[in-house]
């Protein structure tokens, strides 16, 4: 086992950049990318930091040279051989050949676009245009590297033994969580903590407890290079910034209301069975299921991403029951801001009335709260989303309005359109 402690005393090696691997990413962004450059791969796209934590003054932490140097890194970065290999010939969701011979051609001589960067009031302005394809491959590992990099500049007035005992402290919390969880009967939970864990090898640990203490019931891990190396599945499917991006395009009013469902259309082409996700708080899950064609409640199930989970839950079983389907065959994955206390709660209230499964975030992979003075290393909320397309703004609701982005007048006009009412406000923790 890596000792992770002399590592981080040791950072600054060469062997260890923030980001090694172009698949050191989420699944997902990759049957996104693939989908995105079958169907739109000339569309323009601007994406952009967002930290929604606004006390972290990331460019107070974070020195800019070494932020850059990073970010070169990555635009290194080549798909190597052997992954190429893996993403062509292995099984994902029980399908060979998932991403087809011209993405895999593209993608192997893809060198990610150039960034733009800037220092405004304590924070960093950072931003990536051009094709949606190559632009939506630095979200991931433009978090990462802020993410760590704050990390890093938190733990570089420790020693070796402070270190030492961070770690073990830290290890102790995860494991102790993993005890918990193993408790509950039928679970089913993955790592989804690529975009702001505390560090890759911290992630990696926190991914071989997982597969050690919780065996079956650990289904994979969205993070590719670790789902590659550790020989486990690779889990995910879409997120917002597909509807976000369709519904900037709209011309019309009404080709804007169509758009959240015409990209579950092309995503229909592709894929099958468990890849057959609905995400459909975008725009406001109530309006996004009552004014959804009936054949997508054919679908496996949908993904809770925010708002009341409960509330989210309750939604999705009634929609099913609503359209004629079983609910107790349907998947529901909970996937936001999760930790132990949520995931047993949750897990006790719906298991045996849909199928229950867990994408656990950021309390899996940078949970150091309370390990160092003033909570320096406790999570913060930092995102990268896309920000326009072809010049126009896009627009996430969510259904919880602290997590809505884009233009306050775009906004209104979104709700608008879509039909969302009055929201409830909850903390955006992660």
Known sequence: MIDIATRVYNHKWKIDPIVRSLIDTDFYKLLMCQSVFRNKPDTIVTFSLINRTRSIRLAELVDEGELREQLDHVRSLRLARGESTWLRGNMFYGKRQMFHPDFMEWFENLQLPPYHLEVRDGQYELTFEGKWPEVMLWEIPALAILMELRSRAVLEAMGRFELQVLYARAMTKLWEKVERLRELKGLRIADFGSR?????????????????????????????????????EAIGTNAHELPMVYAALAETEEELRRAPYKVLEDWQEEHEGNLRIILPDTFGTRQFLENAPDWL?????????????????????????????????????????????????????????????????????????????????APFSLVCKAAAANGRPTVKLSDNPLKATGPKEEIERYRRIFGVGRQKELEVVV
């Open 196 to 232: 702001r864990r505390h560090s890759f090898l911290w992630q990696d640990w926190c991914v071989q407890a997982m597969i050690e203490g919780l065996g079956e019931s650990f289904v994979g891990t969205s993070n590719c290079l670790i789902a590659m190396r550790r020989d486990i």
């Open 297 to 377: 409640a054919s679908w496996t199930g949908i993904r809770i991403d925010s708002g009341d989970p409960v509330e989210g839950a309750e939604t999705a079983i009634a929609w099913w029951k609503s359209r004629g389907e079983d609910p107790r065959k349907k998947l529901v994955i909970f996937s936001d801001g999760l930790d132990v206390d949520k995931i047993i709660d949750l897990h006790q209230r719906f298991a045996g009335r849909c199928r229950v499964s867990f994408g656990w975030g950021t309390l899996l992979t940078n949970d150091f709260r309370g390990l160092v003075p003033n909570d320096a290393l």
